[in-house]
């Protein structure tokens, strides 16, 4: 019987990289799984949002994953590359720390997010993507939405950050 393997592509914010905290905490969960392949994508040579969401859908092509076996997570601009891909293609699941929408300079800043599993994870005291917007978003689109006593980087957050990453992959059938 063939395994179903499940791929997730996981995206920095535009001043962090593949090794950053976040990133690599979620990537080190996700290995902790059988049947998982993890991949960070290295957006660090361009800020622009639009190449790095190329960059996604690049790593997304070469991997040869079924979209319903995709789970996209991201942080700050990693986080609106991460929306704005399952607008295109719908994924299995969205899992969006402090996710840079509703910012100015953005192509589509407000995605259509499509996944069958979503959760953002936001701080009250983010003060580089403010919380309102990003909580109108979820509410006009019924997304599940946590919010902590936190800044933009969720420093203070990464144990509880964890914590739901681990339930989230539980729910979208990781075991």
Not at 134 to 144: D, F, G, H, T
Not at 148 to 172: Q, V, W
Request: aromatic share 4%; with cysteine; net charge neutral.
């Amino acid at each position: 019987m063939n395994k179903r393997i499940t791929h997730i592509f996981l995206s920095h914010g535009m001043e962090s990289g593949p090794g950053g905290t976040k990133i690599q905490a979620l990537k080190a969960l996700a290995e902790s799984f059988e049947d998982v392949r993890a991949h960070a994508i290295d957006h660090r040579s361009t800020k622009d949002p639009a190449t790095r969401l190329t960059q996604m859908q690049d790593a997304i092509a070469a991997s040869g994953a079924d979209p319903c076996n995709i789970i996209l997570a991201g942080s700050s601009m990693g986080g609106w590359v991460c929306a704005q891909t399952s607008e295109q293609t719908p994924v299995l699941g969205c899992f969006l720390l402090a996710p840079a929408l509703a910012m100015e300079g953005y192509p589509q800043s407000s995605p259509r997010i499509q996944a069958k599993h979503v959760q953002i994870i936001h701080g009250w005291d983010d003060d580089v993507v403010p919380p309102m917007p990003v909580i109108e978003l979820a509410r006009k689109q019924a997304l599940p939405t946590l919010l902590l006593p936190d800044g933009h980087r969720l420093a203070n957050s990464l144990e509880r950050i964890t914590k739901e990453f681990r339930a989230f992959l539980s729910r979208a059938g990781i075991q």
